[in-house]
């Protein structure tokens, strides 16, 4: 079955330096990836998205990079503040069993910022 | 409305009695999501609603877990007989739509904030 997964389960950062959050998926047939931010009481919130049919995008301090070659995913957060500090989960879309379209979510890695 | 809705926020219930929890989607999403989130843990899919489509049930865990869709909007998640591993915070999402034909739309999710549920 499809499967996204982390590499590193926590994350500790000094403020101010850049972040690297790492995603591994399995299904060579999914065709869009989300990383979502969650912080703590709060639901997922979307950051950032990218086809398949693309290498990189860019947001705002936000880069997210897509080989697949070996099915890896990460997020680039730069200049890392406080306010980073949450929960990232990777998610790509594929076809579920049951023939709908579905994100399947990774467990999620802690950002956590040292000031 | 704004966002994703859920309610109640928080339920303490005692085990084997039924809970209900409540998903107001965003207005005009056709796409209703109901996920799990055990402490530390990821997302586990349990329901999706699609329109008028028969709603993809192949995530519920046990057949005490149900939901359904009024009116293609506010969606209901009823627990019955709820168990200590229940607990759990329950998140739900919509999207605008998630179809075959358009499956080359981005079909972003907008989570509401969750009810965290705690069964003694």
């Known amino acids: 079955g499809e499967s996204v997964g982390l590499h590193l389960p926590t994350l500790s950062v000094q403020e101010g330096d850049n972040s690297i959050i790492n995603c591994a998926y399995s299904?060579?047939?999914?065709?869009?990836f989300i990383w979502y931010k969650q912080e703590s009481g709060k639901g997922p919130q979307f950051i950032i998205d990218?086809?398949?049919?693309?290498d990189k995008r860019q947001g705002q301090r936000v880069t997210v990079l897509l080989n697949k070659t070996v099915k890896h995913l990460s997020l680039q957060i730069a200049a890392t503040q406080p306010g980073d500090s949450a929960v990232y989960f990777c998610?790509?879309?594929?076809?579920?069993?049951?023939?709908?379209?579905?994100?399947?979510f990774g467990k999620g890695t802690k950002l956590s910022v040292i000031p | 409305g704004a966002g994703v809705s859920q309610s109640p926020s928080n339920k303490v219930t005692e085990k084997g009695k039924d809970v209900e929890l409540r998903c107001d989607p965003i207005?005009?999403?056709?796409?209703l999501y109901w996920y799990r989130q055990s402490l530390g843990q990821g997302l586990e899919f349990l329901i999706y609603?699609?329109?008028?489509?028969?709603?993809?049930k192949s995530g519920l865990p046990s057949d005490r877990f149900s939901a359904e869709r009024t009116g293609g909007s506010v969606s209901t998640l009823t627990i019955q007989r709820t168990q200590q591993e229940d607990s759990a915070v329950y998140l739900c999402?919509?999207?605008?739509?998630?179809?075959?034909?358009?499956?080359?739309?981005?079909?972003?999710?907008?989570f509401g904030a969750g009810t965290r549920l705690s069964v003694l």
């Open positions: 990218i086809r398949s049919n693309m």
């Open positions: 299904n060579s047939a999914s065709d869009y």
């Open positions: 998610a790509d879309q594929g076809e579920s069993g049951a023939g709908s379209y579905q994100l399947t």
């Open positions: 999402a919509s999207s605008p739509g998630d179809d075959r034909v358009w499956r080359l739309a981005k079909n972003i999710q907008y």
């Open positions: 609603f699609q329109g008028n489509s028969a709603p993809d």
């Open positions: 207005s005009g999403h056709t796409a």
